[in-house]
């Protein structure tokens, strides 16, 4: 009788392999050779081996694609930042952020803007207003971005004196994020102690106090002890005149006399 032998091996092992391989190559190629496919392995993850069409960029560098053929919805668009080294996600602008989680099937571009602005001319005037904007949002400040980041709660310094090297903060600049009223962080809300004098004043200047308890902080040792030699030796003086002045007070009154008592 014939022997069958059967093996354990899967056969779409073949067929897998070759996908790798073939993925590899393309790779390679898409991604101008090894160092560019590694370069992004390290960065992106799986965006090396993850092909599609290029739909855009926006001014941060960052390009935009779709493949709807070979991966599910939720995973057909992603973006490859332009700074794979230093990619913040506050990077992507809000109109390519509403493509990304497909509130908008077409990418942004000026067709775009276009029709929202025929949008807008096409409602029609309910009633004059003298306001001064033009919908019912109010006052906007206008758009602002520091290196092509929207979200600026990540424009702060690492370190005193250092800035932040992965945004591009240098140092010695304020930071960026948003400080509410009465933060003692917000510039408007800081309170900023007037000086009352300058211990070096005769000298030019140099130790200025706002208070009397910061003046003896800065004080050395040596003008503690004669400033309280000097009120020490102002006590004296005034406890002396005091006691003359009383001497005198009663001196003046034993010279009148106790006075003429009228009786009936």
């Given at each position: 009788a014939e022997r069958v032998v059967e093996s354990d091996t899967d056969p779409r092992l073949p067929k897998m392999v070759y996908g790798v391989v073939q993925s590899v190559r393309a790779a390679l190629k898409y991604r101008g050779g090894w160092r560019g496919l590694l370069e992004h392995m390290y960065t992106n993850g799986d965006y090396p081996f993850k092909f599609g069409t290029c739909m855009g960029s926006d001014a941060a560098g960052n390009r935009y694609y779709e493949n709807r053929v070979d991966y599910p919805f939720g995973q057909h668009r992603w973006v490859e930042p332009g700074d794979i080294h230093n990619f913040d996600s506050t990077s992507i602008?809000?109109?390519?952020?509403?493509?990304?989680?497909?509130?908008?099937?077409?990418?942004?571009?000026?067709?775009?803007?276009?029709?929202?602005?025929?949008?807008?001319?096409?409602?029609?005037?309910?009633?004059?207003?003298?306001?001064?904007?033009?919908?019912?949002?109010?006052?906007?400040?206008?758009?602002?971005?520091?290196?092509?980041?929207?979200?600026?709660?990540?424009?702060?310094?690492?370190?005193?004196?250092?800035?932040?090297?992965?945004?591009?903060?240098?140092?010695?600049?304020?930071?960026?994020?948003?400080?509410?009223?009465?933060?003692?962080?917000?510039?408007?809300?800081?309170?900023?102690?007037?000086?009352?004098?300058?211990?070096?004043?005769a000298k030019g200047g140099g130790r200025a106090y706002k208070s009397e308890k910061w003046m003896e902080r800065l004080m050395t040792a040596e003008e503690?002890?004669?400033?309280?030699?000097?009120?020490?030796?102002?006590?004296?003086?005034?406890?002396?005149?005091?006691?003359?002045?009383?001497?005198?007070?009663?001196?003046?009154?034993?010279g009148r006399g106790a006075g003429t008592v009228v009786g009936n």
């Open positions: 602008p809000p109109e390519w952020h509403g493509w990304m989680v497909s509130q908008n099937d077409a990418p942004p571009g000026e067709a775009e803007d276009a029709l929202i602005e025929r949008k807008m001319a096409a409602i029609p005037t309910m009633c004059d207003s003298s306001a001064p904007d033009a919908h019912n949002v109010g006052h906007r400040e206008e758009l602002f971005n520091f290196h092509n980041m929207h979200n600026q709660t990540q424009v702060r310094s690492r370190g005193y004196g250092i800035g932040n090297p992965v945004v591009g903060l240098p140092p010695g600049v304020k930071d960026g994020y948003y400080t509410q009223p009465g933060s003692p962080y917000n510039d408007h809300s800081i309170n900023i102690a007037p000086k009352i004098g300058d211990l070096d004043e503690k002890a004669e400033r309280e030699a000097r009120v020490k030796a102002e006590n004296d003086r005034l406890t002396s005149k005091m006691s003359d002045m009383r001497m005198r007070a009663l001196a003046e009154r034993r």
